[in-house]
């Protein structure tokens, strides 16, 4: 296993930014709508949905690498 390649996590920080950006972008209403009900979700849930996505993530980038 090599060191850190800072192009790499550079890169996938820049995509990250840019699919980030597509809401708002797209579709500020339906955007704004999913930050406000997001904001009356409970923190234990938000948690278990960005643990979920963090282990989905992890398994593609597991499969592509």
Known sequence: MG???WQD????IALM??????????AP????RMAQAASKTASKTIRAVGLG???VGLALLNLVR
């Open 3 to 5: 060191g850190l390649d």
């Open 9 to 12: 996590l550079l890169s996938a």
């Open 29 to 32: 209403d339906g955007w704004r």
């Open 17 to 26: 930014m840019v699919f980030e950006g597509l809401g708002p972008f797209m």
């Open 53 to 55: 996505l963090m282990i």
